[in-house]
Nanobody, 115 residues
Framework: QVQLVESGGGLVQAGGSLRLSCAAS????????MGWYRQAPGKQRELVAA???????NYADSAKGRFTISRDNAKNTVYLQMNSLKPEDTAVYYC?????????WGQGTQVTVSS
């Protein structure tokens, strides 16, 4: 089992930056993949950025060039650095972890970008 706790969301003006953190309850070495998803009101949850099982990164087109996913293995934490934020980035951001055959989700953190 994996517990995930996100933090770092908030209200920011367009063009600003935020860094989200996702702390895992177990070593992220033992987790197959981890990533960030988001869900805006009335829309489906979508992938933002993730580490693949091979250790590479995968980004949504909307995130490329603006967002960076990173990890601190010693802290069992994955980050999402978000720069040049746009109002359309407003959503609840979720951390996800594939451990074994099950996907675990955090509780989500709200990101609101004002124009």
């Amino acid at each position: 089992q994996v517990q995930l706790v996100e933090s770092g969301g908030g209200l920011v003006q367009a063009g600003g930056s935020l860094r989200l953190s996702c702390a895992a309850s177990r070593s992220i070495f033992s987790i197959n993949t981890m990533g960030w998803y988001r869900q805006a009101p009335g829309k489906q949850r979508e992938l933002v950025a993730a580490f693949t099982s091979g250790g590479n990164t995968n980004y949504a087109d909307s995130a490329k060039g603006r967002f960076t996913i990173s990890r601190d293995n010693a802290k069992n934490t994955v980050y999402l650095q978000m720069n040049s934020l746009k109002p359309e980035d407003t959503a609840v951001y979720y951390c996800a972890a594939l451990y074994g055959s099950k996907t675990y989700w955090g509780q989500g953190t709200q990101v609101t970008v004002s124009s």
